[in-house]
């Protein structure tokens, strides 16, 4: 499923912003945070090309998006992260439409968990694996390139403070977060080395948040504190604020949202 924009065209980045113009491809695009970041990239001058596995909620998302900031340009399309293929495709197919690949924020995902360590089910860490660990693996494999190529590229991948102190009934959920973390640090140190003396072309960054919390979350629960939570507005502003500096010095870096545990 395609949402077409009226008539996007590929501007180099250079204007008011350092998104304008540039091309940030957003996976997970469907829910509260993908929502909140394709509204904060349309502002910031951005081609957004947004993605999910529910094509309803996605044209729901884009078209928020570009109602919201007239002139936006925002696509969507159904794309399956978990077939390497259909995700390097997706890639692929963006980077010669737009001509360009300025950013994947990688934003899939889940939970899952017990009351007691000895009562967690197996299934699900493997429902937890394919949410968060695989179609990590899939979109740092398949936009590697093509951020690379770009010149200031990134990849951003939302972790959770639990990765780092985890607890009894969140073993599966940790544990998969910490894994999505290690691969995309990995990443990070790919761009590095292949960014030679020069540094890198390309950064891969993890922020780390405790949970999200946003409007419909509050209004359920009136009373609750959501203590240490990130609202979903200032995550998309985090993201954005990435390009504000050098791939140098965000790239293999953990950003803290949240105070550390």
Avoid: C
């Amino acid at each position: 499923m395609t949402t077409p924009t009226s008539s996007p065209t590929p501007n180099e980045p250079g204007g008011g912003t350092p998104l304008d113009g540039a091309v940030v491809a957003v996976a997970g695009a469907a829910g509260p945070a993908g929502r909140a970041t394709l509204l904060r990239l349309a502002e910031a001058g951005a081609t957004v090309v947004a993605s999910d596995s529910d094509p309803a909620r996605l044209a729901e998302a884009v078209d928020a998006a570009r109602y919201a900031h007239g002139g936006a340009r925002v696509t969507g399309e159904t794309v399956d992260l978990l077939d390497l293929d259909a995700t390097r495709a997706w890639a692929d197919r963006t980077e010669k439409e737009f001509g360009r690949v300025d950013g994947l924020v990688h934003l899939v995902g889940g939970w899952r968990g017990s009351k007691t360590f000895a009562d967690a089910p197996l299934a699900d860490w493997d429902t937890l694996h394919d949410l968060l660990i695989r179609t990590a693996q899939h979109t740092s494999l398949a936009f590697h390139d093509a951020l690379r190529r770009t010149g200031n590229g990134r990849y951003v991948m939302i972790s959770a403070a639990g990765a780092s102190q985890p607890t009894a009934g969140n073993a599966a959920y940790a544990a998969a977060k910490a894994a999505a973390e290690a691969w995309t640090l990995a990443l990070g140190d790919s761009f590095r080395k292949l960014g030679g003396e020069s540094g890198p072309a390309a950064a891969a960054v993890i922020l780390v948040v405790k949970a999200l919390v946003h409007d419909a979350m509050r209004a359920e629960r009136p009373n609750a504190k959501f203590a240490g939570f990130t609202d979903v507005t200032e995550l998309a502003e985090a993201i954005t604020g990435l390009w504000d500096r050098p791939a140098r010095e965000v790239n293999g870096t953990r950003q803290w949202l949240t105070p550390k545990p």
